[in-house]
T-cell receptor, first 114, second 108 residues
Framework: DAGVTQSPTHLIKTRGQQVTLRCSPK?????VSWYQQALGQGPQFIFQ???????QRGNFPDRFSGHQFPNYSSELNVNALLLGDSALYLC?????????????FGPGTRLTVT | RKEVEQDPGPFNVPEGATVAFNCTYS??????FFWYRQDCRKEPKLLMS???SGNEDGRFTAQLNRASQYISLLIRDSKLSDSATYLC?????????FGSGTQLTVLP
């Protein structure tokens, strides 16, 4: 049983560009959350998707948007990249009605903006 | 003020030492509490949930004081393999809020 998978593993972009990150949840999970982890910091919640809709959102600008597909996989899009967007982007999945501790993280995508 | 605050660290301790991490949270409506472990350049992984009655898992003991909004993690008989960053995590409204983490290095 595959856990949470993310692609790509690493990515280098230039300021002003746009990027799309992808996540496949653990089998049986219907909810996907995205987090941004800057160097030396804990993960910060970006948003959560369930039933193809954004259910909750953290304190991130509209440049950050997402999508969930019928198969529960998800994408995170970031427009007009800034140097400060360089971070590890983590995807986590869980079953909405399940306990919070059953939220599993993917290995992350390391984004570098130059 | 950050929602979840942890000891800044880093902690460097010899093998066999006992080390304690502390954490405070600001949202009194928080419903669930966890400690996660994160190895260098890896994803966070759940170490243990934290309950008001306190709970123990082998060498690890977690405590929660809701009145003081305080969470702790005690690691006894530290092993080299315990070297990692320990993240204090608070859950509410089906969302996890992470502290900045405390780095632990166990020295031989």
């Amino acid at each position: 049983d595959a856990g949470v998978t993310q692609s790509p593993t690493h990515l280098i972009k230039t300021r002003g560009q746009q990027v799309t990150l992808r996540c496949s949840p653990k089998s049986g999970h219907d909810t996907v959350s995205w987090y941004q982890q800057a160097l030396g910091q804990g993960p910060q919640f970006i948003f959560q998707y369930y039933e193809e809709e954004e259910r909750q959102r953290g304190n991130f600008p509209d440049r950050f948007s997402g999508h969930q597909f019928p198969n529960y996989s998800s994408e995170l899009n970031v427009n007009a990249l800034l140097l400060g967007d360089s971070a590890l982007y983590l995807c986590a999945s869980n079953y909405l009605q399940g306990p919070l501790y059953e939220q599993y993280f993917g290995p992350g995508t390391r984004l570098t903006v130059t | 003020r950050k929602e979840v605050e942890q000891d800044p660290g880093p902690f460097n301790v010899p093998e066999g030492a006992t080390v304690a991490f502390n954490c405070t949270y600001s949202n009194s409506a928080s419903q669930s509490f966890f400690w996660y472990r994160q190895d260098c350049r890896k994803e966070p992984k759940l170490l243990m949930s934290v309950y008001s009655s306190g709970n123990e898992d082998g060498r690890f003991t977690a405590q929660l004081n809701r009145a003081s909004q305080y969470i702790s993690l005690l690691i006894r008989d530290s092993k080299l393999s315990d070297s990692a960053t320990y993240l204090c995590v608070v859950g509410s409204a089906r969302q996890l809020t992470f502290g900045s983490g405390t780095q632990l290095t166990v020295l031989p």
